[in-house]
């Protein structure tokens, strides 16, 4: 089974500082992760997803994310924040593939604030 | 391109009542899958399916029917609400399994 560990349900940084979001996974197949965003009371954006093809995975936004197996994790960051990056982030992980379905499987949210 | 629409935006019901939740989707999109968001756990999902008569169960299926008529429409049913039942509730399609999957605006359903 898969499973996502986001650490910090709340993150808050600095108008220009970096920002890093955690994500750690749990998969007994090779996983394919993804990053998605959601702003105030709008439905999930994909901003990245790593695809078993390069390790380092940008997305949009500015956004990029490094998949490190030996750490198990698929950390996102930013180098410069930017007060619209307000909004809350998952980390998702495929689930078992049965019938060929999408399932996946996310983390409990990051909610990232940006002061200025 | 509307890509994936769901009705209503907001809904109060009583214990007890019954309603459908409307998904649509116009991208010709096989896999479609329902959600529920609750605070602190992320999204769970709920059902999905792989394409027109084929549906199964997620990780949170009690309480919830679905079915797949056309490859455009995933309805959720509640027959019988509950207070637990409280939620945001997205649909989301896509192409095929680990390809990027596009989500609704979301409902968000109260039980009283």
């Known amino acids: 089974a898969q499973s996502v560990t986001q650490l910090g349900s709340h993150v808050s940084v600095s108008e220009g500082a970096l920002v890093l979001l955690r994500c750690n996974y749990s998969?007994?197949?090779?996983?394919?992760l993804f990053w998605y965003v959601q702003y105030p009371n709008q439905g999930l954006q994909l901003l990245l997803k790593?695809?078993?093809?390069?390790?380092l995975v940008k997305g949009i936004n500015g956004f990029e994310a490094e998949f490190k197996k030996s750490e198990t994790s698929f950390h996102l960051t930013k180098p410069s924040a930017h007060m619209s990056d307000a909004a809350e982030y998952f980390c998702?992980?495929?689930?078992?593939?049965?019938?060929?379905?999408?399932?996946?499987?996310f983390g409990q949210g990051t909610r990232l604030t940006i002061n200025p | 391109n509307a890509g994936v629409t769901q009705t209503p935006k907001f809904q109060v019901l009583k214990t007890g009542q019954s309603m459908t939740l409307q998904c649509a989707q116009d991208?010709?999109?096989?896999?479609m899958s329902w959600y529920r968001q609750d605070p602190g756990m992320g999204l769970r999902l709920i059902h999905y399916?792989?394409?027109?008569?084929?549906?199964d169960q997620g990780e949170v299926p009690n309480g919830y029917n679905v079915s797949r008529s056309t490859t455009e429409d995933f309805p959720l049913r509640l027959l019988s609400a509950a207070p637990s039942q409280t939620s945001v509730y997205f649909c989301?399609?896509?192409?095929?399994?680990?390809?990027?999957?596009?989500f609704g605006q979301g409902t968000r359903l109260t039980v009283v």
């Open positions: 790593y695809t078993s093809a390069a390790t």
């Open positions: 998702a992980v495929t689930g078992s593939i049965i019938q060929g379905a999408q399932k996946l499987v």
């Open positions: 989301a399609s896509s192409y095929l399994q680990n390809t990027e999957a596009f």
């Open positions: 991208m010709n999109h096989e896999y």
């Open positions: 998969s007994s197949v090779p996983p394919y």
């Open positions: 399916s792989v394409g027109a008569g084929i549906t």
